[in-house]
Every structure is written in structure tokens, then in C-alpha cells.
């Protein structure tokens, strides 16, 4: 069975400051890792890790996946209230399935 | 382009009732798929759905159904329901050609059951 353990569970910063989110799975088939941003409904789509692409950046948020010791962590530079969210993340296996992690909640005060 | 459309938005029924949720994907995403969101499971998948046929299902009874029409909108339907149905039900579309594709989410629909 996929399994995905991410952590923090929680993270309680300042803006300005760096935060990076833990994520570490087992799974059959490995296919991609996916982080997602859930602030009040959707889950938003932020990165897919695969294995011809391990490192990702988007403005503020970069990502890395280490496929040989099966985690990936998810860098946010600079924190601003907006930021402040649930981050998943999810791997596609096998199975035509994500399988999510219980999620960071990372709150982002003034 | 229109994002992934779940109505309705909220939902109340009683134990015992059934339920009809709806989802319309992102324009020329065929594959839908379905999760259910609790605050103590988290995200689990349902099933999924491409080219009006079921893939894949998740480890759901079989109160839970699906389908997919052939425009790639998609229905679940939970029946005989239970007070642990409430949850945030998601809605996910993806391009699937062949390669693994990003699932996209819609808003979800809140069921609670009373």
C-alpha cells in the first residue's frame, strides 16, 4: 500500500522568514510527486516531480525530490501572509491514484 | 479556461437518503477522478474515470458509485447514507495522454448528514 507521511503537521512563522515542508513516501511504481496548496476549498496545483525532473522552482517556491532515499522537500523563501495554507503532497504510483499525506499547515503571521 | 465545476457547493441530507454530486472538468481534460476529504482520513480517492469507463476505485463500499457521460462530465452517487459520509467530496480533472498529468480540483461539494 502507497503511503506518504509529511511533516511538520504544523509550522508557525514570521513573514520574511523560510520555511521548508517534509514529505516521504513508499510506493509501487513510482510515477511522480505532486504539492498542492489548500487554502480554503481546492487543492491548488503547485509542482509534479517525476524522474526526469527532480528539482522545481516557481518564484518563492522551489522543490526537490530525492528518488534514491524517497522524500521530497517543499522550500517557500521569504513567507507572506498569503502563504498561509495546508501544503500536500501526493504520489501517483501504479495505480491511476494519488495518494496525499496528512498535510503541513503552515500559518504565516505579520 | 473554466477551472474544474462541482455543484452543488453545500448539502444537507438525512441518514439513510441518497446523494447526486456533479462535476464538470476543465475543457478537453478526460480523465475525472473523485476524492473524499475528511478532517480525520484526509484525502482518499473514490474512482476514477476516462472515457466513460471506471479505471480505477478506491477502497469505498459499494454505497458509492460513479459515472462519466461522454462529454467527460462526471456524477457520484452515495446512497443509503451514513452519518461518517460528511465530508468535503473533490472533484479532479486531468489531460491524461498517456503520460501521468496533473490532477486539477474544483471546489468541492460539503455534504453533511444529519
Known amino acids: 500500500e502507497d503511503k506518504v507521511v509529511q511533516s511538520p503537521l504544523s509550522l508557525v512563522v514570521h513573514e520574511g522568514d523560510t520555511v521548508t515542508l517534509n514529505c516521504s513516501y513508499e510506493?509501487?511504481?513510482?510515477?511522480?510527486l505532486l504539492w498542492y496548496k489548500q487554502e480554503k476549498k481546492a487543492p491548488t496545483f503547485l509542482f509534479m516531480l517525476?524522474?526526469?525532473?527532480i528539482e522545481k522552482k516557481s518564484g518563492r517556491l522551489s522543490s526537490i525530490l530525492d528518488k534514491k532515499e524517497l522524500f521530497s522537500i517543499l522550500n517557500i523563501t521569504a513567507t507572506q501572509t498569503g502563504d498561509s495554507a495546508v501544503y500536500l503532497c501526493?504520489?501517483?504510483?501504479?495505480?491511476?491514484?494519488?495518494?496525499f499525506g496528512s498535510g503541513t499547515q503552515l500559518t504565516v503571521l505579520p | 479556461k473554466a477551472g474544474v465545476t462541482q455543484t452543488p457547493r453545500y448539502l444537507i441530507k438525512t441518514r439513510g437518503q441518497q446523494v447526486t454530486l456533479s462535476c464538470s472538468p476543465i475543457?478537453?481534460?478526460?480523465?475525472v477522478s473523485w476524492y473524499q476529504q475528511t478532517p480525520g482520513q484526509g484525502l482518499q480517492f473514490l474512482f476514477e474515470?476516462?472515457?466513460?469507463?471506471?479505471?480505477n476505485k478506491g477502497n469505498f463500499p459499494g454505497r458509492f458509485s460513479g459515472r462519466q457521460f461522454s462529454n467527460s462530465r462526471s456524477e457520484m452517487n452515495v446512497s443509503t447514507l451514513e452519518l461518517g459520509d460528511s465530508a468535503l467530496y473533490l472533484c479532479?480533472?486531468?489531460?491524461?495522454?498517456?503520460?501521468?498529468?496533473?490532477?486539477?480540483f474544483g471546489n468541492g461539494t460539503r455534504l453533511t448528514v444529519t
Open positions: 479532479a480533472s486531468s489531460l491524461d495522454q498517456g503520460e501521468w498529468s496533473p490532477l486539477h
Open positions: 510506493v509501487t511504481n513510482f510515477r511522480s
Open positions: 517525476t524522474s526526469s525532473g
Open positions: 501526493a504520489v501517483a504510483g501504479s495505480a491511476r491514484q494519488l495518494t
Open positions: 475543457s478537453g481534460h478526460r480523465s
Open positions: 474515470y476516462f472515457s466513460e469507463t471506471q479505471r
